[in-house]
């Protein structure tokens, strides 16, 4: 008999019709990563924003980075549900990611182009999620990925118009 505390997760057979779920799991593991990135990056700027605008852009990315932190959750969730491993390391959240950190001190303006940018980046990894989740029989990959493309296509549209000369 196993102990409840001895179980070492792995990987399961699941049989709901989707196909190549280790595929799918990749596309959202590295949707994720992005995530967690960009969650961290955004509460990163949150604290450290400064000038006229402070107010706005410090409610603005409030209201993101607790919408990206619950939406990691989801994702890893999803990725389990088709059977796979979510990841479980920082260090392949970092290596999965294409949201790079930033090491000068930034304006406040600089914050929304770069925050803008990244946005716009993980739109396009979960507008390939959506096109990869289609082919392989998982409509509710794609309804996730299709609705956090939604997200960051806003989040990015807000941003840049707060620097829009």
């Excluded at 990894?125 to 299709?146: F, M, W, Y």
């Amino acid at each position: 008999m196993t102990q409840p505390l001895n179980v070492v997760p792995a990987p399961k057979e699941i049989a709901t019709g989707v196909r190549a779920p280790e595929t799918i799991a990749e596309g959202l593991t590295n949707v994720l990563a992005d995530t967690y990135r960009l969650t961290f990056k955004t509460h990163a700027y949150h604290w450290n924003v400064e000038g006229p605008l402070f107010y706005s852009i410090h409610n603005l990315t409030d209201g993101q980075y607790e919408n990206m932190f619950a939406a990691a959750d989801e994702l890893a969730e999803r990725i389990r549900a088709i059977g796979q491993m979510a990841p479980m390391t920082m260090a392949e959240i970092m290596e999965k990611s294409v949201i790079e950190d930033d090491t000068d001190k930034l304006t406040a303006g600089q914050m929304c182009q770069i925050l803008a940018d990244d946005h716009e980046r993980l739109a396009h990894r979960l507008h390939a999620l959506i096109e990869v989740s289609g082919k392989q029989n998982d409509p509710v990959t794609e309804d996730l990925a299709t609705a956090r493309s939604a997200f960051h296509e806003q989040a990015a549209w807000m941003l840049k118009a707060l620097v829009t000369q």
